[in-house]
């Protein structure tokens, strides 16, 4: 992360109740895909970096042998646990709070790892070289995100778009012009470049493939409420006692830009970036 910022256990703080109604879904076909270009049988192990509530986990859990699921917040673990309501997924997946950057920890070794929108959260050159030596020969790191650049216009669609542009507006209104994250502030953003740090961990690849999106979605206002809410530079936390004069403020926004309490969405397509482990 850039200089300036330290990550601190607030990054998250009381967003998990939130996220899993909030965020939009990785894009269908994610596990499909993974299965194929993997040749994944059911056996073997996965390590899943920053899993949030679950997200890529209980997902691909059907996929190996066991998941070991990493966060340092526990709200997400137990939003996660929770999300784990088949037994036969519940049974095969463990749950750890740790930072990334205390790996190995006693893990074990592993066939595959995911990084599903996290990496920018961590010590990206520390984690990248425990992640590879905590990878069996032959293993695998997939960093996984939304496809960016990509239209998602809602044309032809019922409901109008989610009116993003104001409701970031309205929360630099509320939080300041600068980016939240924790503690701290984040003037430059997160960071970018993740494939040369992967590179030079002695990675290689890497190998892209793109899960198509594109399917219309209907959100309510209470599913975007959940979504602002999930995010880290607008975190419940982050307006402290006056948190209940912002959520009156963006619900009167989205009762303003859609009377009817819906809006349209598609569906964003999911990049996919595979690294093998290389040899030594």
Do not use: N
């Not at 601190?8 to 994610?30: I, V, W």
């Not at 066939?111 to 599903?116: E, G, N, P």
């Not at 899960?211 to 982050?238: K, N, Y």
Request: hydrophobic share 40%; aromatic share 8%; net charge negative.
């Amino acid at each position: 992360m850039g200089a300036g910022w330290e990550w601190d256990e607030t990054l998250f703080s009381g967003t998990a109740a939130f996220y899993r109604r909030g965020r939009l879904p990785y894009a269908p076909g994610l596990a499909d895909l993974l299965a194929g270009v993997l040749h994944l049988d059911g056996r073997g192990r996965l390590l899943d970096l920053g899993c949030g509530p679950g997200t890529v986990a209980l997902r691909l859990a059907g996929l190996f042998d066991e998941v070991v699921a990493v966060d340092p917040d526990p709200g997400m673990l137990a939003e996660a646990a929770r999300g784990a309501a088949e037994p036969e997924v519940a049974d095969k997946v463990r749950w750890v709070r740790a930072r990334a950057e205390e790996l190995p920890s006693g893990l074990g070794d592993f066939t595959v790892a995911t990084l599903a929108q996290s990496f920018h959260w961590m010590d990206r050159e520390r984690v990248a070289t425990a992640v590879r030596g905590m990878l069996r020969p032959g293993g695998t790191l997939v960093h996984i995100s939304d496809l960016k650049g990509e239209s998602r216009s809602v044309d032809g669609l019922p409901y109008p778009a989610v009116p993003r542009a104001a409701i970031d507006g309205l929360v630099r209104g509320w939080l300041g012009p600068v980016r939240r994250a924790g503690r701290g502030l984040l003037p430059r953003g997160t960071p970018s470049g993740e494939d040369a740090v992967l590179a030079g961990a002695g990675f290689a690849g890497p190998y892209r493939h793109v899960v198509p999106g594109g399917q219309a979605l209907v959100r309510t206002w209470d599913d975007v409420v959940a979504e602002v809410f999930s995010m880290s530079f607008s975190a419940p936390h982050l307006f402290g006692d006056r948190l209940a004069g912002f959520e009156a403020d963006l619900r009167r926004l989205l009762r303003d830009a859609s009377p009817s309490g819906r809006f349209s969405e598609r569906q964003p397509g999911t990049e996919v970036c595979v690294w093998p482990r290389g040899t030594d």
